[in-house]
């Protein structure tokens, strides 16, 4: 292949990255953000070769930042389901049932002594069925678990910016223990609540929000750009070797 033929391709393939990521940042709203949004561009990342290893971590890197600016929105407006769904509740559980071929889908947010209710004539009964009938395979894992495992595995990304990750994911975690124990229905019955609250238990209570911004997300982005334009694959976000 000639020089020019190879020089060709690779801006071909610069510009294939700068692309998706501009889509990233048109819809990087959260109005716009959600479980289906992220999965569809991971799966988008998971079919793009990796010939740009810094390219492909540092990109999969501001998808990783969506998914926790997402959930730590859904948390602070006490969207508890929908934050616990990217950071807790596998998208796909199947549940094989002693000496029957295929298996079942488990609901998503159900209950399995709900859903195999019929089973057993009582609670009780159920709970022993699902334990000597039954066992659990997690097809999919939710998004926040997956994309950090992704992100460790690569060896690729710097150990700061992998703890930044563990620890947003706690923060989400606690929040949402926090207010859940608190039983807030919404985000009006939380002020309503707050009006009559000390000022520093108010100051407290709002140090358990999350408020999550995108500034790393754009910080990778500057970081995806420098990349492209030096070729050379070095970022703060990644690992020197």
Known sequence: M?????????????????RYN?????????ARLNEGFLDERRKELDNVPQDDPALYWLTYARLNELALYCAGNYTDNFEFSSAGDLLVNPRRI?????????????????NLTEQFGGMAENREGVIRW???ETTLE?????????????????????DGYLESIRNRMRKIGDAI?????????????FYLR??????????????????????TFDALGSEISRAVGRGD?????????
Do not use: Y
């Open 138 to 158: 997690t097809k999919e894992k939710p998004l926040l678990p997956l994309f950090l495992e992704n992100l460790v595995r690569s060896e690729r990304m710097s």
């Open 177 to 189: 223990g926090f207010f859940g124990c608190m039983n807030f229905v919404d985000s009006h019955e």
């Open 22 to 30: 501009g889509f990233l940042e048109r819809n990087a709203s959260l």
């Open 233 to 241: 694959g070095r970022s703060a976000f990644l690992k020197t070797h």
């Open 130 to 132: 699902l334990k000597r």
């Open 2 to 18: 000639s020089s020019a033929m190879a020089s060709g391709r690779l801006d071909r393939h610069r510009g294939s990255w700068i």
């Open 194 to 215: 707050l009006q009559n609250t000390p000022e520093e238990e108010k100051a407290f209570i709002r140090s358990k929000f999350c408020r999550f911004d995108t500034k």
């Open 94 to 110: 199947l549940v094989h049932i002693r000496n029957r071929s295929g298996a079942v889908v488990k609901e998503r947010r159900g």
